[in-house]
T-cell receptor, first 116, second 112 residues
Framework: GAGVSQSPRYKVAKRGQDVALRCDPISGHVSLFWYQQALGQGPEFLTYFQNEAQLDKSGLPSDRFFAERPEGSVSTLKIQRTQQEDSAVYLC??????????????FGPGTRLLVL | AQSVTQPDIHITVSEGASLELRCNYSYGATPYLFWYVQSPGQGLQLLLKYFSGDTLVQGIKGFEAEFKRSQSSFNLRKPSVHWSDAAEYFCALSGSARQLTFGSGTQLTVLP
């Protein structure tokens, strides 16, 4: 079926504004990851879900970042009171099973966030 | 702690020439290693991965990579580069946790 999709593809926000980024994983995939990719850098882990359970949020940079996956499929990454340093591409990835070591993660095209 | 280093920020090769992209890792045990490619506006696409066994791994699009434990390296190679290979390449490691740890990437330019 279709791959991982993300929306919006581009988002411009004024500093202090709240934003919500959506991820639609591959149908049936149990695991979902969020990564942040700053300009000129590799992706960095933010958080991980197994079904609706958020099992690891150690990469979230501050309490302004919040992620949810209430029904175990679509996920939303919310950033409150955006700051300029939040400008980055936010990537979502899903994997079929438990997301264990070595399981292939399939990435979406990302949402490019620019905070002015 | 685990980390991935890609020493070359940018590489330029002529079409038809061979290619080698370097990747070094730091991890206390045998890691799971991956190479991904990212084209503008596209998501990361998996080229190949190494878990164990044969240290030479074949991937898609004619790419291969060799795991060398003694050098903590996992270099990506292609014998003949095509213009469509121009993109950014990321080496990644999966250690004790589920998430991937990425290098900072190597941008490949292919000259006609």
């Amino acid at each position: 079926g279709a791959g991982v999709s993300q929306s919006p593809r581009y988002k411009v926000a004024k500093r202090g504004q709240d934003v919500a980024l959506r991820c639609d994983p591959i149908s049936g995939h149990v695991s979902l990851f969020w990564y942040q990719q700053a300009l000129g850098q590799g992706p960095e882990f933010l958080t991980y879900f197994q079904n609706e359970a958020q099992l690891d949020k150690s990469g979230l940079p501050s309490d302004r970042f919040f992620a949810e996956r209430p029904e175990g499929s679509v996920s939303t990454l919310k950033i409150q009171r955006t700051q300029q340093e939040d400008s980055a591409v936010y990537l979502c990835a899903s994997s079929l099973l438990s997301g264990s070591r070595g399981e292939t993660q399939y990435f979406g095209p990302g949402t490019r966030l620019l905070v002015l | 702690a685990q980390s991935v280093t890609q020493p070359d920020i940018h590489i330029t090769v002529s079409e038809g020439a061979s290619l080698e992209l370097r990747c070094n890792y730091s991890y206390g045990a045998t890691p799971y290693l991956f190479w991904y490619v990212q084209s503008p506006g596209q998501g990361l696409q998996l080229l190949l991965k190494y878990f164990s066994g044969d240290t030479l791994v074949q991937g898609i699009k004619g790419f291969e990579a060799e795991f060398k434990r003694s050098q903590s390296s996992f270099n990506l190679r292609k014998p003949s580069v095509h213009w469509s290979d121009a993109a950014e390449y990321f080496c990644a490691l999966s250690g004790s946790a589920r998430q991937l740890t990425f290098g900072s990437g190597t941008q490949l330019t292919v000259l006609p």
